[in-house]
């Protein structure tokens, strides 16, 4: 098993720009999350969804969306980025009651 | 209003030596996950511990062990004989029993020098 991959590892964009961070899980995990990690700062969920077709916001979710077609794909949107938005995103997966499972992260500057 | 405090923002140790990091929790929900992450300097999350909230038994796992005191809505991490190894950061986190939401503490940097 794969477990959480994460696509792109590391991305660079311009103001303005657009783009989509991958998640996918092969746990057939019902659960999925975004969270971004703030240099120096703890994760802070942006979107979950708790199955196919069902999304809801986290503490963060301006400027963001996802959208959940199948239970192993969970992407992030971004469609305008902002210098506010640099970070490091981490998806993770879970059945509720145990522990996240988390990607390695995407890490992105919004120059 | 859920939240996690881990008060300590760094602590250095030398090897060998014990160390206790701290996480203080608030949550109005009578069901409840605590969890313990650990994020090296590679940046990969590692899952330590998940602790449910009717279970207060102390747990031990080789070197570590994880003490849950909900009078003091506490769930406190002891390393034991440090090792070089250990330094990173660790978050305590606060999980919702519904939706599996985490929330997590700031991090606490644990360097431990040779």
């Known amino acids: 098993n794969a477990g959480v991959t994460q696509t792109p590892k590391f991305r660079i964009l311009k103001i303005g720009q657009s783009m989509t961070l991958q998640c996918t899980q092969d746990?057939?995990?019902?659960?999925m999350y975004w969270y971004r990690q703030d240099p120096g700062m703890g994760l802070k969920l942006i979107y979950y969804s708790v199955g196919a077709g069902i999304t809801d916001k986290g503490e963060v979710p301006n400027g963001y969306n996802v959208s959940r077609s199948t239970t192993e794909d969970f992407p992030l949107r971004l469609e305008l980025a902002a210098p506010s938005q640099t970070s490091v995103y981490f998806c993770?997966?879970?059945?509720?009651?145990?522990?996240?499972?988390f990607g390695p992260g995407t890490r992105l500057t919004v120059l | 209003a859920q939240k996690v405090t881990q008060a300590q923002t760094e602590i250095s140790v030398v090897e060998k030596e014990d160390v206790t990091l701290d996480c203080v929790y608030e949550?109005?929900?009578?069901?409840?996950?605590l969890f313990w992450y650990k994020q090296p300097p590679s940046g990969e999350l590692v899952f330590l511990i998940r602790r449910n909230s009717f279970d207060e038994q102390n747990e031990i796992s080789g070197r570590y062990s994880w003490n849950f005191q909900k009078s003091t809505s506490s769930f406190n991490f002891t390393i034991t004989a440090s090792q070089v190894v250990d330094s990173a950061v660790y978050f305590c986190a606060l999980g919702s029993s519904n939706t599996g939401k985490l929330i997590f503490g700031q991090g606490t940097t644990l360097q431990v020098k040779p």
């Open positions: 746990m057939n995990h019902n659960y």
């Open positions: 949550t109005r929900d009578t069901t409840y996950y």
């Open positions: 993770a997966s879970s059945s509720v009651e145990n522990e996240q499972f």
